[in-house]
Protein backbone atom coordinates (compact mmCIF):
# COMPACT_ATOMS: atom_id res chain seq x y z
CA UNK A 1 0.00 0.00 0.00
CA UNK A 2 1.07 3.58 -0.79
CA UNK A 3 2.75 5.32 2.03
CA UNK A 4 0.16 8.46 0.85
CA UNK A 5 -2.49 6.36 2.45
CA UNK A 6 -1.10 6.36 5.69
CA UNK A 7 -0.47 9.81 5.94
CA UNK A 8 -1.81 11.61 8.97
CA UNK A 9 -3.31 15.17 8.77
CA UNK A 10 -1.21 17.67 11.28
CA UNK A 11 -3.46 19.23 14.55
CA UNK A 12 -1.63 22.25 15.54
CA UNK A 13 -1.32 23.55 19.06
CA UNK A 14 -0.18 26.46 20.05
CA UNK A 15 3.64 27.48 21.53
CA UNK A 16 1.99 29.07 24.86
CA UNK A 17 0.94 26.14 27.63
CA UNK A 18 -2.49 25.33 28.12
CA UNK A 19 -3.67 23.65 31.38
CA UNK A 20 -3.98 20.17 32.55
CA UNK A 21 -4.23 17.46 35.35
CA UNK A 22 -1.68 14.63 35.32
CA UNK A 23 -3.46 11.54 33.89
CA UNK A 24 -2.88 7.79 33.86
CA UNK A 25 -0.05 6.64 31.01
CA UNK A 26 3.27 7.90 29.75
CA UNK A 27 4.32 11.55 29.63
CA UNK A 28 7.84 11.52 27.96
CA UNK A 29 10.05 15.20 27.58
CA UNK A 30 12.14 14.18 25.06
CA UNK A 31 15.85 15.48 25.57
CA UNK A 32 15.26 17.02 28.54
CA UNK A 33 18.19 14.78 29.92
CA UNK A 34 18.64 12.35 33.08
CA UNK A 35 16.37 12.57 35.79
CA UNK A 36 15.90 13.32 38.41
CA UNK A 37 15.72 17.23 38.12
CA UNK A 38 14.67 17.80 34.64
CA UNK A 39 10.96 16.25 34.99
CA UNK A 40 9.06 19.38 33.68
CA UNK A 41 4.76 20.29 34.29
CA UNK A 42 2.70 21.74 31.43
CA UNK A 43 -0.51 22.90 33.50
CA UNK A 44 -1.08 20.04 35.94
CA UNK A 45 0.55 17.52 33.98
CA UNK A 46 3.83 16.49 34.89
CA UNK A 47 6.43 15.26 31.96
CA UNK A 48 9.31 12.95 33.07
CA UNK A 49 12.64 12.65 30.80
CA UNK A 50 12.63 9.89 27.92
CA UNK A 51 15.95 8.63 29.28
CA UNK A 52 15.52 4.60 30.15
CA UNK A 53 12.79 4.44 27.16
CA UNK A 54 15.35 5.14 24.53
CA UNK A 55 18.79 4.06 24.14
CA UNK A 56 19.95 6.21 21.32
CA UNK A 57 20.13 9.72 19.66
CA UNK A 58 21.21 13.34 20.72
CA UNK A 59 19.80 15.45 22.85
CA UNK A 60 19.19 19.58 22.31
CA UNK A 61 17.23 22.73 23.45
CA UNK A 62 15.71 25.41 21.86
CA UNK A 63 15.90 28.39 23.20
CA UNK A 64 12.88 30.65 22.61
CA UNK A 65 10.45 33.04 25.26
CA UNK A 66 7.06 31.81 25.83
CA UNK A 67 7.64 27.99 24.67
CA UNK A 68 5.86 24.80 26.73
CA UNK A 69 8.01 23.28 28.74
CA UNK A 70 8.18 20.50 26.72
CA UNK A 71 9.37 22.38 23.55
CA UNK A 72 12.34 23.80 25.03
CA UNK A 73 14.12 20.09 24.08
CA UNK A 74 14.23 17.37 21.82
CA UNK A 75 15.90 13.96 20.98
CA UNK A 76 17.34 13.63 17.31
CA UNK A 77 18.70 11.03 15.54
CA UNK A 78 21.99 11.83 13.65
CA UNK A 79 23.57 8.26 12.90
CA UNK A 80 22.21 7.79 9.40
CA UNK A 81 23.59 3.70 8.95
CA UNK A 82 20.41 3.03 11.58
CA UNK A 83 17.44 1.32 10.17
CA UNK A 84 15.35 2.85 12.79
CA UNK A 85 15.47 4.81 15.89
CA UNK A 86 12.96 3.42 18.96
CA UNK A 87 11.26 4.06 22.36
CA UNK A 88 10.50 1.01 24.13
CA UNK A 89 7.41 1.82 26.66
CA UNK A 90 6.07 -0.37 29.21
CA UNK A 91 2.41 -1.63 28.47
CA UNK A 92 -0.06 -3.76 28.98
CA UNK A 93 -0.21 -6.82 26.41
CA UNK A 94 -3.60 -6.68 24.62
CA UNK A 95 -3.97 -3.02 26.15
CA UNK A 96 -5.56 -0.45 23.77
CA UNK A 97 -3.31 2.65 23.78
CA UNK A 98 -3.31 6.66 22.14
CA UNK A 99 -0.30 7.59 21.44
CA UNK A 100 0.59 10.87 20.56
CA UNK A 101 3.93 12.48 19.09
CA UNK A 102 5.10 15.80 19.36
CA UNK A 103 7.23 17.91 17.43
CA UNK A 104 8.58 21.66 17.18
CA UNK A 105 11.67 21.94 15.47
CA UNK A 106 12.52 25.33 16.22
CA UNK A 107 15.60 25.83 14.04
CA UNK A 108 17.66 23.17 16.60
CA UNK A 109 20.15 21.96 14.10
CA UNK A 110 20.84 25.46 12.64
CA UNK A 111 18.32 24.86 8.96
CA UNK A 112 15.52 26.95 8.01
CA UNK A 113 13.05 23.74 7.51
CA UNK A 114 12.49 20.78 9.68
CA UNK A 115 13.20 16.96 8.52
CA UNK A 116 11.00 14.71 6.79
CA UNK A 117 11.04 11.26 7.90
CA UNK A 118 8.53 8.49 8.79
CA UNK A 119 7.37 7.04 12.43
CA UNK A 120 6.38 3.61 12.96
CA UNK A 121 4.53 1.75 15.92
CA UNK A 122 4.43 -2.06 16.72
CA UNK A 123 6.12 -2.35 13.52
CA UNK A 124 3.62 -1.00 11.06
CA UNK A 125 4.73 2.32 9.05
CA UNK A 126 2.17 5.04 11.15
CA UNK A 127 2.66 8.38 8.84
CA UNK A 128 5.71 10.79 7.08
CA UNK A 129 5.92 13.28 9.82
CA UNK A 130 6.24 16.75 7.73
CA UNK A 131 6.12 20.08 9.71
CA UNK A 132 7.24 22.29 7.62
CA UNK A 133 4.21 24.20 7.33
CA UNK A 134 2.99 24.24 11.19
CA UNK A 135 7.22 25.45 11.53
CA UNK A 136 6.57 28.26 9.14
CA UNK A 137 3.38 29.60 10.93
CA UNK A 138 5.05 29.15 14.03
CA UNK A 139 2.72 26.39 15.50
CA UNK A 140 4.18 22.98 17.37
CA UNK A 141 2.39 19.62 15.63
CA UNK A 142 1.08 16.64 16.94
CA UNK A 143 -0.12 13.24 15.52
CA UNK A 144 -2.07 10.61 17.35
CA UNK A 145 -2.81 7.03 16.98
CA UNK A 146 -4.85 4.21 18.68
CA UNK A 147 -3.30 1.13 18.65
CA UNK A 148 -3.50 -2.49 20.53
CA UNK A 149 0.05 -3.44 22.26
CA UNK A 150 1.52 -6.68 20.92
CA UNK A 151 3.89 -7.40 23.48
CA UNK A 152 4.82 -6.11 27.13
CA UNK A 153 7.06 -3.18 25.41
CA UNK A 154 5.22 -0.83 22.89
CA UNK A 155 7.52 0.60 20.47
CA UNK A 156 7.59 3.97 18.80
CA UNK A 157 10.14 4.55 16.06
CA UNK A 158 11.36 7.25 13.67
CA UNK A 159 13.15 6.47 10.69
CA UNK A 160 14.66 7.87 7.69
CA UNK A 161 13.13 8.26 4.28
CA UNK A 162 13.77 9.04 0.96
CA UNK A 163 12.45 12.60 1.57
CA UNK A 164 14.93 13.92 4.90
CA UNK A 165 17.52 15.57 3.42
CA UNK A 166 21.14 14.80 3.68
CA UNK A 167 21.85 17.22 6.24
CA UNK A 168 19.10 16.95 8.43
CA UNK A 169 18.05 14.38 11.28
CA UNK A 170 14.56 13.36 12.49
CA UNK A 171 13.56 14.36 15.74
CA UNK A 172 10.91 14.00 18.15
CA UNK A 173 10.09 16.59 21.52
CA UNK A 174 7.17 15.12 23.64
CA UNK A 175 5.99 11.16 23.63
CA UNK A 176 2.65 10.58 25.11
CA UNK A 177 0.92 7.23 25.97
CA UNK A 178 -2.77 6.71 27.36
CA UNK A 179 -4.00 3.58 28.29
CA UNK A 180 -7.56 3.66 26.95
CA UNK A 181 -11.29 1.44 28.43
CA UNK A 182 -11.91 -0.78 26.47
CA UNK A 183 -15.53 0.48 25.25
CA UNK A 184 -13.57 3.12 23.18
CA UNK A 185 -13.79 2.70 19.47
CA UNK A 186 -14.92 -0.69 20.35
CA UNK A 187 -16.43 -1.22 16.62
CA UNK A 188 -12.98 -1.33 15.17
CA UNK A 189 -10.81 -4.62 15.47
CA UNK A 190 -7.51 -3.53 16.98
CA UNK A 191 -6.04 -7.17 16.08
CA UNK A 192 -6.20 -5.78 12.51
CA UNK A 193 -6.18 -2.39 12.42
CA UNK A 194 -5.22 1.32 14.33
CA UNK A 195 -6.67 4.57 14.16
CA UNK A 196 -5.01 7.68 13.16
CA UNK A 197 -6.27 10.79 13.99
CA UNK A 198 -7.63 13.23 11.17
CA UNK A 199 -10.14 15.57 13.20
CA UNK A 200 -11.26 15.69 16.40
CA UNK A 201 -13.56 18.88 17.35
CA UNK A 202 -15.74 20.51 19.15
CA UNK A 203 -18.58 22.44 17.06
CA UNK A 204 -19.08 25.98 17.63
CA UNK A 205 -15.97 26.75 19.68
CA UNK A 206 -13.29 29.52 19.12
CA UNK A 207 -11.48 29.03 22.41
CA UNK A 208 -9.39 26.51 23.86
CA UNK A 209 -8.08 23.06 23.65
CA UNK A 210 -10.29 20.63 25.60
CA UNK A 211 -8.28 18.19 27.19
CA UNK A 212 -7.17 16.48 30.51
CA UNK A 213 -8.85 16.78 32.89
CA UNK A 214 -12.42 16.87 30.89
CA UNK A 215 -11.42 14.16 28.63
CA UNK A 216 -10.02 11.49 31.17
CA UNK A 217 -7.79 9.86 28.21
CA UNK A 218 -6.21 13.31 27.34
CA UNK A 219 -7.78 13.23 23.95
CA UNK A 220 -7.87 16.85 22.57
CA UNK A 221 -10.59 18.75 20.97
CA UNK A 222 -9.84 21.13 18.70
CA UNK A 223 -12.66 24.40 18.66
CA UNK A 224 -14.09 24.40 15.57
CA UNK A 225 -16.90 27.32 14.02
CA UNK A 226 -17.78 28.39 10.97
CA UNK A 227 -20.51 30.58 9.59
CA UNK A 228 -23.59 28.72 11.29
CA UNK A 229 -25.44 30.07 14.38
CA UNK A 230 -24.15 28.66 17.82
CA UNK A 231 -26.29 27.90 20.79
CA UNK A 232 -25.12 27.17 24.01
CA UNK A 233 -26.52 24.14 26.25
CA UNK A 234 -27.54 24.37 30.44
CA UNK A 235 -27.69 20.34 30.47
CA UNK A 236 -25.46 18.27 31.43
CA UNK A 237 -24.40 14.84 30.08
CA UNK A 238 -23.01 12.02 31.80
CA UNK A 239 -19.49 10.85 29.67
CA UNK A 240 -19.93 7.20 30.73
CA UNK A 241 -23.04 7.03 29.01
CA UNK A 242 -21.43 6.93 25.94
CA UNK A 243 -19.19 4.35 24.57
CA UNK A 244 -16.38 6.62 23.67
CA UNK A 245 -16.73 8.25 26.83
CA UNK A 246 -16.35 12.09 25.57
CA UNK A 247 -15.90 14.92 27.84
CA UNK A 248 -18.68 16.72 29.18
CA UNK A 249 -17.27 20.17 27.76
CA UNK A 250 -18.05 19.27 24.29
CA UNK A 251 -21.87 19.44 24.74
CA UNK A 252 -21.70 23.18 25.49
CA UNK A 253 -22.20 24.61 22.49
CA UNK A 254 -23.92 23.43 19.58
CA UNK A 255 -24.07 24.48 16.07
CA UNK A 256 -27.73 24.64 14.21
CA UNK A 257 -29.58 26.05 11.42
CA UNK A 258 -33.29 27.85 11.13
CA UNK A 259 -36.30 25.84 11.42
CA UNK A 260 -36.86 23.35 8.48
CA UNK A 261 -33.77 24.29 6.83
CA UNK A 262 -30.72 21.65 6.62
CA UNK A 263 -27.25 21.92 8.52
CA UNK A 264 -24.03 22.12 6.17
CA UNK A 265 -20.72 21.31 7.28
CA UNK A 266 -17.62 21.39 5.94
CA UNK A 267 -15.46 19.38 8.57
CA UNK A 268 -12.22 18.88 8.53
CA UNK A 269 -11.34 21.70 6.57
CA UNK A 270 -8.86 20.15 4.73
CA UNK A 271 -8.92 18.18 1.76
CA UNK A 272 -8.61 13.69 2.33
CA UNK A 273 -7.17 11.15 0.89
CA UNK A 274 -9.28 8.23 -0.61
CA UNK A 275 -9.46 5.81 2.06
CA UNK A 276 -12.02 4.19 4.80
CA UNK A 277 -12.57 5.83 7.99
CA UNK A 278 -14.28 5.92 11.03
CA UNK A 279 -16.34 8.92 12.16
CA UNK A 280 -18.52 9.47 15.73
CA UNK A 281 -20.73 12.30 15.63
CA UNK A 282 -21.97 13.92 18.77
CA UNK A 283 -25.36 15.64 19.61
CA UNK A 284 -27.30 16.94 22.26
CA UNK A 285 -30.89 18.71 22.82
CA UNK A 286 -30.32 22.63 24.19
CA UNK A 287 -33.87 23.06 24.81
CA UNK A 288 -36.11 22.23 27.94
CA UNK A 289 -37.15 18.42 27.82
CA UNK A 290 -41.00 18.10 26.58
CA UNK A 291 -42.42 15.16 25.50
CA UNK A 292 -44.19 17.28 22.39
CA UNK A 293 -41.40 18.68 21.25
CA UNK A 294 -38.73 16.67 19.38
CA UNK A 295 -35.70 17.15 17.55
CA UNK A 296 -35.22 14.43 15.13
CA UNK A 297 -33.43 14.62 11.83
CA UNK A 298 -31.30 12.85 9.15
CA UNK A 299 -27.55 12.62 8.52
CA UNK A 300 -25.80 12.41 5.30
CA UNK A 301 -21.71 12.34 4.79
CA UNK A 302 -20.90 13.67 1.32
CA UNK A 303 -24.56 12.88 -0.35
CA UNK A 304 -24.98 9.25 1.12
CA UNK A 305 -27.17 8.75 4.03
CA UNK A 306 -25.31 8.30 7.30
CA UNK A 307 -27.74 7.82 9.86
CA UNK A 308 -31.38 8.31 9.75
CA UNK A 309 -34.58 9.78 11.98
CA UNK A 310 -31.88 10.99 15.10
CA UNK A 311 -34.29 11.95 17.96
CA UNK A 312 -31.90 14.28 20.08
CA UNK A 313 -32.29 15.06 23.52
CA UNK A 314 -30.61 16.82 26.47
CA UNK A 315 -29.14 13.65 27.54
CA UNK A 316 -26.99 13.37 24.74
CA UNK A 317 -27.10 10.92 21.35
CA UNK A 318 -23.45 9.44 19.42
CA UNK A 319 -23.85 7.66 16.16
CA UNK A 320 -20.81 6.86 14.58
CA UNK A 321 -19.90 4.24 11.11
CA UNK A 322 -16.57 2.02 11.85
CA UNK A 323 -15.54 2.29 7.97
CA UNK A 324 -17.37 4.92 5.62
CA UNK A 325 -15.36 5.72 2.44
CA UNK A 326 -14.22 9.38 2.39
CA UNK A 327 -12.06 11.08 -0.32
CA UNK A 328 -11.30 15.24 -0.59
CA UNK A 329 -13.27 17.28 0.75
CA UNK A 330 -15.86 16.10 3.29
CA UNK A 331 -19.38 17.68 3.74
CA UNK A 332 -22.35 16.53 6.44
CA UNK A 333 -25.44 17.96 6.14
CA UNK A 334 -28.08 17.71 8.61
CA UNK A 335 -31.61 18.09 7.32
CA UNK A 336 -34.74 18.26 9.77
CA UNK A 337 -37.74 15.86 9.53
CA UNK A 338 -41.02 16.28 8.45
CA UNK A 339 -42.81 18.61 10.61
CA UNK A 340 -40.03 18.93 12.95
CA UNK A 341 -40.18 22.83 14.43
CA UNK A 342 -36.32 23.07 15.06
CA UNK A 343 -33.49 22.75 13.05
CA UNK A 344 -30.92 20.07 13.85
CA UNK A 345 -28.41 20.45 15.99
CA UNK A 346 -24.20 19.12 16.27
CA UNK A 347 -21.92 19.27 19.41
CA UNK A 348 -18.69 17.57 17.96
CA UNK A 349 -17.31 15.10 15.46
CA UNK A 350 -13.88 12.56 15.31
CA UNK A 351 -12.53 11.38 12.19
CA UNK A 352 -9.77 8.73 12.36
CA UNK A 353 -8.18 6.79 9.54
CA UNK A 354 -8.93 3.23 9.71
CA UNK A 355 -4.58 2.05 9.25
CA UNK A 356 -4.16 -1.85 8.11
CA UNK A 357 -1.65 -2.48 10.33
CA UNK A 358 1.49 -4.68 8.79
CA UNK A 359 2.60 -8.11 9.73
CA UNK A 360 3.89 -9.42 13.05
CA UNK A 361 7.15 -11.50 13.77
CA UNK A 362 6.86 -14.70 15.97
CA UNK A 363 6.88 -13.81 19.48
CA UNK A 364 9.31 -16.67 20.24
CA UNK A 365 12.03 -15.22 17.39
CA UNK A 366 11.41 -11.42 19.28
CA UNK A 367 12.28 -12.68 22.43
CA UNK A 368 15.33 -14.84 21.84
CA UNK A 369 16.40 -11.63 19.50
CA UNK A 370 16.11 -9.65 22.82
CA UNK A 371 18.24 -11.74 25.04
CA UNK A 372 20.60 -12.03 22.12
CA UNK A 373 21.06 -8.14 22.42
CA UNK A 374 21.26 -8.57 25.84
CA UNK A 375 24.14 -10.66 25.79
CA UNK A 376 26.19 -8.60 23.18
CA UNK A 377 28.19 -5.78 24.67
CA UNK A 378 27.70 -3.29 21.76
CA UNK A 379 25.01 -4.09 19.43
CA UNK A 380 23.65 -2.49 16.57
CA UNK A 381 22.14 0.78 17.26
CA UNK A 382 18.80 0.26 15.89
CA UNK A 383 18.20 -3.18 17.60
CA UNK A 384 15.22 -1.71 18.78
CA UNK A 385 11.42 -2.07 18.00
CA UNK A 386 10.20 -5.13 15.95
CA UNK A 387 13.20 -7.07 14.56
CA UNK A 388 11.68 -7.56 10.94
CA UNK A 389 9.47 -4.67 10.74
CA UNK A 390 8.72 -2.74 8.17
CA UNK A 391 10.81 -4.60 5.69
CA UNK A 392 13.04 -1.71 5.03
CA UNK A 393 13.59 -0.59 8.78
CA UNK A 394 14.72 -4.34 9.67
CA UNK A 395 17.41 -4.63 12.07
CA UNK A 396 20.75 -4.59 11.25
CA UNK A 397 22.06 -7.70 10.06
CA UNK A 398 18.98 -9.54 10.10
CA UNK A 399 17.07 -10.63 7.27
CA UNK A 400 13.41 -12.53 7.41
CA UNK A 401 10.67 -13.98 5.61
CA UNK A 402 7.93 -12.54 4.23
CA UNK A 403 4.12 -13.70 5.13
CA UNK A 404 1.53 -12.95 8.02
CA UNK A 405 4.19 -14.32 10.99
CA UNK A 406 7.68 -13.64 10.03
CA UNK A 407 10.29 -15.68 10.85
CA UNK A 408 14.22 -14.63 11.30
CA UNK A 409 15.67 -16.72 8.62
CA UNK A 410 19.68 -15.22 8.66
CA UNK A 411 21.94 -13.19 10.98
CA UNK A 412 24.31 -11.29 9.42
CA UNK A 413 26.83 -9.34 12.03
CA UNK A 414 30.22 -10.07 9.91
CA UNK A 415 33.37 -8.33 11.41
CA UNK A 416 31.68 -4.93 13.05
CA UNK A 417 33.81 -5.26 16.37
CA UNK A 418 30.74 -7.57 17.91
CA UNK A 419 31.93 -8.13 21.84
CA UNK A 420 29.73 -10.13 24.41
CA UNK A 421 28.81 -13.65 24.08
CA UNK A 422 26.11 -15.95 22.37
CA UNK A 423 23.04 -16.30 24.21
CA UNK A 424 21.56 -19.74 24.41
CA UNK A 425 18.46 -18.50 23.03
CA UNK A 426 19.64 -18.19 19.56
CA UNK A 427 18.94 -22.40 19.56
CA UNK A 428 14.81 -20.59 19.45
CA UNK A 429 15.28 -18.82 16.17
CA UNK A 430 14.30 -22.35 14.28
CA UNK A 431 13.54 -20.42 10.78
CA UNK A 432 17.96 -19.42 10.90
CA UNK A 433 19.20 -20.62 7.79
CA UNK A 434 22.71 -18.76 8.22
CA UNK A 435 24.75 -17.68 11.22
CA UNK A 436 27.21 -14.94 9.78
CA UNK A 437 29.28 -13.95 12.63
CA UNK A 438 32.43 -14.17 11.84
CA UNK A 439 35.22 -11.24 12.57
CA UNK A 440 34.23 -10.19 15.70
CA UNK A 441 35.30 -10.33 19.29
CA UNK A 442 32.65 -13.26 21.04
CA UNK A 443 33.56 -14.77 24.06
CA UNK A 444 32.00 -17.62 25.76
CA UNK A 445 31.32 -21.10 24.36
CA UNK A 446 29.32 -21.81 21.53
CA UNK A 447 25.66 -22.64 22.55
CA UNK A 448 23.93 -25.78 21.38
CA UNK A 449 21.76 -25.66 18.36
CA UNK A 450 20.09 -28.72 17.95
CA UNK A 451 16.90 -27.00 16.89
CA UNK A 452 18.33 -25.19 14.08
CA UNK A 453 17.30 -27.60 11.71
CA UNK A 454 17.20 -25.49 8.96
CA UNK A 455 20.40 -24.20 9.64
CA UNK A 456 22.84 -24.06 6.59
CA UNK A 457 25.86 -21.96 7.38
CA UNK A 458 27.61 -21.35 10.69
CA UNK A 459 30.31 -18.52 10.40
CA UNK A 460 31.97 -18.23 13.76
CA UNK A 461 35.28 -17.61 12.93
CA UNK A 462 38.40 -15.17 13.83
CA UNK A 463 36.52 -14.95 17.07
CA UNK A 464 37.48 -15.80 21.00
CA UNK A 465 34.90 -18.64 21.26
CA UNK A 466 36.11 -21.35 24.07
CA UNK A 467 35.15 -24.49 25.29
CA UNK A 468 34.18 -27.57 23.40
CA UNK A 469 32.21 -27.61 19.80
CA UNK A 470 28.59 -29.10 20.77
CA UNK A 471 28.34 -32.18 18.84
CA UNK A 472 24.63 -31.02 18.02
CA UNK A 473 26.18 -29.52 15.07
CA UNK A 474 26.64 -33.10 13.55
CA UNK A 475 22.83 -33.92 13.61
CA UNK A 476 21.53 -30.70 11.78
CA UNK A 477 20.97 -32.12 8.26
CA UNK A 478 21.20 -29.18 6.02
CA UNK A 479 24.37 -27.89 7.42
CA UNK A 480 26.98 -27.86 4.50
CA UNK A 481 29.44 -24.88 6.40
CA UNK A 482 31.06 -24.60 9.47
CA UNK A 483 33.98 -22.03 9.83
CA UNK A 484 35.50 -22.04 13.20
CA UNK A 485 38.71 -21.41 13.26
CA UNK A 486 41.32 -18.92 14.92
CA UNK A 487 39.07 -19.56 18.17
CA UNK A 488 39.87 -21.35 20.96
CA UNK A 489 37.32 -23.80 20.96
CA UNK A 490 38.03 -27.54 21.21
CA UNK A 491 36.79 -30.85 19.75
CA UNK A 492 35.76 -31.69 16.27
CA UNK A 493 32.66 -32.19 14.67
CA UNK A 494 31.68 -35.87 14.05
CA UNK A 495 32.23 -37.01 10.19
CA UNK A 496 29.51 -39.24 8.22
CA UNK A 497 29.96 -40.45 5.17
CA UNK A 498 26.75 -37.72 4.04
CA UNK A 499 29.67 -35.18 5.34
CA UNK A 500 31.77 -35.11 2.23
CA UNK A 501 30.44 -32.13 0.77
CA UNK A 502 30.53 -30.16 3.98
CA UNK A 503 33.03 -27.15 4.16
CA UNK A 504 34.13 -27.67 8.03
CA UNK A 505 37.21 -25.34 9.14
CA UNK A 506 38.12 -25.69 12.12
CA UNK A 507 41.94 -25.16 12.44
CA UNK A 508 43.25 -21.53 13.33
CA UNK A 509 44.77 -19.95 10.49
CA UNK A 510 46.80 -16.87 11.23
CA UNK A 511 45.79 -15.59 7.37
CA UNK A 512 42.33 -16.66 7.56
CA UNK A 513 39.84 -13.48 7.23
CA UNK A 514 35.97 -13.86 7.59
CA UNK A 515 33.63 -13.44 4.37
CA UNK A 516 30.37 -12.24 4.55
CA UNK A 517 27.39 -13.19 1.83
CA UNK A 518 26.82 -11.67 -1.21
CA UNK A 519 23.69 -13.28 -0.68
CA UNK A 520 21.97 -15.25 2.09
Request: hydrophobic fraction near 35%; charge should be positive; include cysteine.
Amino acid sequence: MSLCLFLLWLVTIPLLAYSQSNPRGYLLNCGAGPSPGNDVTVGSLKYITDEGFISVGNTSTIKQDGLVPILTTLRYFPNKSARKYCYAIPVIKGGKYLVRTTYYYGGFDGGKEPPVFDQIVEGTKWSVVNTTEDHANGMSSYYEIVVKARGKALSVCLARNNMTASGSSPFISALELEYMDDSVYNATDFNKYALTTVARSSFGDDGDIIGFPDDKFNRLWQPYKDQNPVVPCKYNVTPSDFWNIPPAKIFQNSVTSSREKPLQIKWPAGSLPSASYYIALYFQDNRNPSPYSWRVFNVSVNDKNFYANINVSTRGLTVYAPQWPLSGQTQIVLTPGQGIPVGPVISAGEIMQILPLGGVTVNRDVAAMIELRRHFDNPPSDWSGDPCLPGENSWTGVTCSHGKNYRITALNLTGIGLSGSLAPNIANLTALRHIWLGGNKLSGNIPEMGSLKDLQSLHLENNQLEGLIPQSLQKLPKLREIFLQNNKVKGDVPHTPQDKKKNIQLKNDPDSGSQSPARM
